[in-house]
């Protein structure tokens, strides 16, 4: 469980990433969880992933996110083909969902 600084600079980082607009980021299936509503995802600056779950931001604002107003949408497989090289030097070992890692480690660069 995050403490409330991360958690309030993970939701920091998230809508700098999509301009305050959680519409402008790409909505990730979840395969491995059914009760797992998904994650956002959003570049920031320089174009690393910024992974927010679904169920946080809903915790955090009361928003029902809505998979088809999102930009786009991928699969978890998806997201690992596209981001495969940065998840190799990110998360070399991650024997964990990558997904669920990238969210634990959001640092401010």
Not at 45 to 73: F, H, K, M, S
Request: with cysteine.
């Amino acid at each position: 469980m995050q403490n409330a600084s991360s958690t309030t600079k993970q939701l920091y980082l998230f809508l700098t990433a999509c301009s305050g607009n959680w519409r402008n980021s790409i909505y990730i299936k979840c395969q491995s969880e059914k009760d797992d509503p998904g994650y956002l995802l959003a570049a920031n600056r320089n174009g690393q992933p910024v992974i927010l779950p679904v169920q946080r931001l809903y915790e955090l604002t009361g928003v029902q996110i809505d998979p088809a107003e999102c930009c786009g949408q991928l699969t978890e497989d998806g997201f690992a083909a596209l981001y495969a090289q940065y998840l190799l030097w990110r998360l070399p070992e991650a024997e964990e969902h990558p997904l669920k890692r990238l969210c634990e480690n959001t640092k401010v660069t």
